[in-house]
């Protein structure tokens, strides 16, 4: 939790610093560079397993049942990138997403455009998709387990409202996938060395974001 947290304080004061840089540089690009903060929630569904091995003394056989339950987590990101034109933006995305006891940090090459804008410079319904892999560096391992990152797949459409200032507001929704894997050592069992465990995470994305 505490590397969490840390991520996450880093993530924001880093884009709060290439704003206040970015401020005082009063040169004028034709094509000027975009940052990106956004924070939100990912919302979905778990599938939960129990198992149940008895002693070889017992009556008892094994048994093994499934059931979901529902799960709301903490999202952020931040997004740098250009502008190609006046409408599309391409970047790198940066993010940290909690999912129960495992955090991700996905790295990926994302676009942002303008598909709906009646004027240049007004507010805009705005189509996002991030690609990229899902990275374990600050997911704190627990026991014999050891959690490998995976694939990212994040498209979503949003809402931009511009400022007087030049920057913006956004509110996007979206779908997030997220596929990872975990194996726990049993080296100590009788019968067994290892367990691996695929997660494919589908979520919901909801997100309130400021552009700058």
Not at 73 to 87: E, H, R, V
Not at 89 to 116: E, H, Q, W
Request: aromatic residues 14%; hydrophobic residues 35%; glycine residues 10%.
């Amino acid at each position: 939790m505490k590397r969490f947290l840390l991520a996450s304080l880093v993530l924001f004061f880093c884009g709060m610093t290439s704003h206040a840089q970015d401020s005082t540089k009063k040169v004028t690009r034709k094509h000027p560079y975009v940052n990106i903060i956004e924070l939100g929630v990912l919302a979905g569904q778990n599938v939960t397993n129990s198992y149940y091995y008895p002693s070889l003394s017992s009556f008892y056989y094994p048994s093994y049942n499934t059931g979901t339950a529902n799960r709301i987590s903490f999202s952020g990101q931040l997004f740098n990138g250009f502008y190609l034109n006046p409408k599309t933006a391409l970047g790198v995305t940066v993010g940290i997403d909690a999912y129960n006891s495992t955090i991700m940090m996905p790295i990926s090459a994302g676009i942002k455009r303008a598909l709906f804008q009646k004027k240049s410079g007004g507010t805009a319904v705005m189509g996002n998709f991030d690609i990229g892999y899902g990275t374990t560096w600050i997911n704190n391992d627990i026991n014999q387990n050891k959690t490998t990152g995976g694939i990212m797949v994040a498209p979503s459409v949003g809402y931009r409202i511009p400022l007087k200032s030049g920057s913006a507001l956004l509110f996007n929704m979206g779908y997030h996938y997220q596929r990872f894997k975990i194996t726990t050592d049993t080296s100590t069992d009788t019968y067994i060395n290892k367990i691996e465990e695929t997660r494919n995470y589908n979520r919901l994305s909801f997100r309130l974001g400021f552009e700058f």
